[in-house]
């Protein structure tokens, strides 16, 4: 049985994943979403497999190294103050 | 004849007496390039310049590279066609009214018109076998680890690698020595790309050779499609290679496994996309989360909040178990058949695509049809393998891609299978 997302779960992750959705866009979400989860489900039919984690931590000393300016990291931003970056009233 | 393969053209010279010196190279938009806008298709990175270079843009400029434009793309990688794109889809070169294949559509189109000799790619799911099999050139993605992803924006990072396009598989494996190796820049890189020489592997002697063919990656697809990789490997037999069946039960799962993987680590690495630091802004009125969702919901396309929210949901508190950890078994399943199928054959053989080019505007309606066409290139992104797309002669002339995939940095290998390939295609 497929999980039916409804307009009030795709808000409420759309929220989570700041994202504005239109009423027509929470729709057409509603519908798609439907059949790509569906697809999804068959994961439930995969074996648990015992596999070694291949994955080792990689270390180095942390060193000063040459890096951007301050100008150049501040040059993409829309608005800087004082060599920062200006972003919007957190409250 | 406009393909709109390029966002941005640009005039990057290299230094002189490299091995790349007089080469065109295309490269992917969503590479980083000093002083040169890097879009990746998106709205959200229009006005962008990148303030640095990838480590694949400085290694290119050393070995003599010119670089001709950067190269359009579903926007930030996701897509198979290249229609996602911000600024308009690419047509294919061999038909236009046909999609070129994507995400790296762009640099595949730009390949087979020659408006650049050679190209780079981005490969997360099959992002470059798929356009170039759709544009009838030749497209690797390498091992995980082969090439350093320094200053690629990270669409899902446990999957994706750059890789060469080129109209040939020599001059593929030459772009692929010139970039492979490692990078203190990115902890991910291994040694065994240095100093490589896969051009010169370049031989297609197959004689002594066993090929596997996966029954999962042939059933599926289309009869024209599948009737031209036959004659592939009718070919490869004529030449002395062997060609055996092999079973690979977990492909069934990797389409559904790709997708939860990718779009998770998708809503993710897009997390950064806030409008303050770079990308489209969202304004100063109204609190932080008002204007940040501003900023997204304007610079991001529909297919990107398509999957970020799906990424989203399939992270979330009571489904994480059902879809993240499942598809985490469904990957180590796909590594561990590989793994077993390789113990019997040197390479595997599958169509690169199960189906022939469609036409512009025909897949973006339902996105779980145009997932499906990713279902043979996404199980080498799973198990970390190479794998290489080469042209199988023609149907109904449109390009018919055959893919090998290898074992770990076993690039030799299909470079070797692919020239076989490559000299009796027609």
């Known amino acids: 049985m497929t999980d039916a997302v409804d ?60 890096s951007l300016t301050q100008a150049e990291a501040l040059a993409n931003a829309e608005e800087t103050e004082d060599g920062r970056f200006k972003g919007p009233n957190v409250s | 004849m406009n393909l709109n393969a390029f966002i941005t053209e640009t005039d990057i010279e290299g230094e002189a007496g490299g091995p790349l010196d007089g080469t065109t190279v295309a490269v992917k938009d969503n590479i980083s390039t000093e002083g040169v806008p890097t879009t990746c298709g998106s709205r959200m990175l229009e006005d962008y310049e990148a303030p640095y270079d990838a480590t694949v843009v400085e290694r290119l400029t050393e070995a003599g590279g010119t670089i001709v434009g950067k190269a359009n793309m579903d926007e930030f990688g996701m897509g198979t066609t290249t229609e996602t794109s911000y600024f308009g889809p690419t047509k294919n070169p061999v038909d236009e009214e046909r999609v ?87 902890g991910t ?29 042939v059933e ?33 799962y990797a389409v559904a496994a790709y997708y939860v993987i990718a779009m998770s680590e998708a809503s993710s690495n897009l997390a950064r996309f806030d409008g303050v630091r770079y990308g489209n802004s969202g304004g100063f009125d109204g609190n932080w989360n008002e204007t940040f969702a501003a900023a997204r919901s304007e610079g991001f396309g529909d297919e990107v909040k398509r999957r970020i929210l799906l990424g989203t949901y399939a992270l979330s508190a009571g489904y994480h178990d059902k879809y993240y950890k499942q598809a985490q078994e469904a990957r180590s399943w796909v590594k561990q058949d590989f793994d077993e199928a390789f113990e019997d054959v040197d390479v595997l053989a599958s169509p690169t695509m199960p189906v022939l080019p469609p036409k512009l505007g025909e897949s973006l309606d339902d996105p779980v049809q145009m997932y499906l066409a990713d279902a043979n290139t996404t199980p080498a992104n799973l198990a970390n393998l190479p794998a290489i797309s080469v042209p199988a002669g023609e149907a109904d002339g449109l390009p018919v891609g055959l893919q090998f995939v290898g074992p770990k940095f076993g690039e030799e290998t299909i470079v070797n299978a692919a020239a076989a390939v490559e000299e009796h295609g027609n």
């Open chain 2, 220 to 252: 599926g697809a289309d009869d024209r499609v599948v009737e031209r990789f036959e004659a592939s490997l009718d070919d490869l037999r004529a030449q002395g290679g062997e060609t055996v069946e092999v079973d690979l039960p977990s492909c069934e």
């Open chain 1, 7 to 66: 307009a009030e779960e795709i808000r409420h992750v759309a929220d989570l994943a700041r994202l504005d959705l239109a009423d027509d866009e929470v729709g057409e979400f509603v519908d798609q979403f439907g059949a790509i989860l569906e697809h999804f489900e068959q994961l439930e039919e995969v074996p648990e497999v015992d596999a070694d984690p291949d994955l080792v931590n990689v270390m180095r000393p942390d060193e000063v190294e040459e």
């Open chain 2, 189 to 217: 890189t291994r040694d065994e790309g240095a100093d490589s020489d896969y051009a010169g592997a370049a031989e297609g002697d197959v004689d002594g050779l066993t090929v596997g063919v996966p029954r999962e990656l």
């Open chain 2, 100 to 186: 070129p294949g994507g995400s790296s559509g762009g640099s595949a189109a730009a390949v087979a018109a020659g408006e650049a000799d050679v190209a780079l790619g981005s490969d997360t799911g099959g992002s470059v076998r798929a356009p170039a099999a759709f544009c009838g050139v030749v497209g690797i993605k390498p091992t995980y680890g082969l090439v350093s992803r320094y200053g690629l924006v990270a669409y899902a990072n446990s999957l994706e690698q750059i890789g060469p396009i080129a109209p040939t598989v020599e001059e593929a494996a030459e772009l692929l020595d010139v970039i492979a190796g490692p990078d203190p820049r990115d």
